[in-house]
Structure formats: C-alpha cells, structure tokens
C-alpha cells in the first residue's frame, strides 16, 4: 500500500486542492519524516489517480495549475487503504537493520564509533520531535498530527536504548 497515495486522497477529502496545496498540507503535517513521502511524487500521483478515477479535476487554472477534487470512487479507496492500515503490520523497513545483519564486518573500533555517532544522532532527533509538540497547529495542521510525533520519539527512543546497549555489549565483547 502506497502512504503517499492514503495521504494524498486524505488530503483532498475536505475540499479540492492544487497539487501545490496538497504538497504544502503533507509538509505542514511533517508526512516526509514519518511517512516516507517524496513531495515530487505527489504531481504523479495526482495524475494517476484521476486516470484511476479515484480523483477528478475540477479546474484547470493559470499556469497549468490543477484543482483537484476526490471521487466517490476515491473516497471508497481512501476508506479501504486508512482500515488496512489500521489492521495489518506491515514491516518497517530501516536501512540501519540491514546495517546490523554487517555488523561484524567492521573493526571494533569503527563500530563504536558508529554507534556513538548514532547515539548523539538520535538524541538530537528526539529532542527535535518532542519540542515540535503542538508546533503544527499554530499553522493549520489537526491536533492529532502530533501523534505521529509521539510514535516517532518512541521509536527513536528505543532504538537510543538499544545502541546504548549495545555500546556497552561491543566493549564487553559480547557482539558482534
């Protein structure tokens, strides 16, 4: 299942939206940190999706910007994508676990660098999120967009947990 595709229907459930709009209600929302969303796809998207009739185009303005509306097609999909997503885990992919598979592949001295180096990257990035608490909404975004935020800070706080340990595991020679 595609995120950009859930987010983009998502967006455009309220109202009809340019693709500009809809790129700057995903960025406004955080949606590339959590959600993997690469912002150029988004015109892809849009296009797709009115082929599919998932979406329609309700005007075609200056300068070759479109106003898109969502279909009842669309809004059936978009319904149908939110409760599979709700009731099916899927695997989170993270280039830093396929990392770990190669662990013993560097020397010892190089993977605590690594990892501490990790740890200082992670403490900078739940500091991040936890003060972009209750930031959004000052600029439209839902409360409940903070959400996301909260998921994030734990998984990165876990993740802190486990380099840490595994700092103290590399020294003891336990691992790798």
């Known amino acids: 299942m595609s995120s950009t595709r859930l987010l983009i229907l998502g967006t455009l459930l309220d109202e009809p939206l340019t ?52 279909t009842q097609l669309g809004r059936l999909e978009f319904h149908r994508m939110l409760l599979t997503s709700w009731y099916e885990i899927q695997p989170i992919v993270d280039p830093f676990q396929v990392s770990l598979t190669f662990m013993d592949r560097l020397d010892r001295p190089e993977l605590l660098g690594a990892l501490r180096a990790r740890i200082k990257q992670l403490e900078l990035s739940v500091e991040m999120c936890k003060r972009a608490f209750g930031g959004k909404q000052a600029y439209g975004a839902p409360r409940h967009i903070d959400e996301n935020l909260r998921l994030t800070v734990g998984m990165l706080e876990n993740q802190l947990a486990w380099c840490l340990q595994a700092v103290k595991r590399v020294e003891d020679e336990e691992l790798p």
């Open 19 to 70: 693709g500009y709009r809809v790129r700057q209600t995903l960025e406004l929302w955080g949606a590339d940190s959590w959600a993997n969303v690469a912002f150029g796809s988004i015109y892809h998207g849009l296009g797709r999706m009115a082929e599919e009739g998932l979406l329609e185009i309700v005007e075609r303005g200056k300068a070759g910007k479109t106003v898109y509306g969502i």
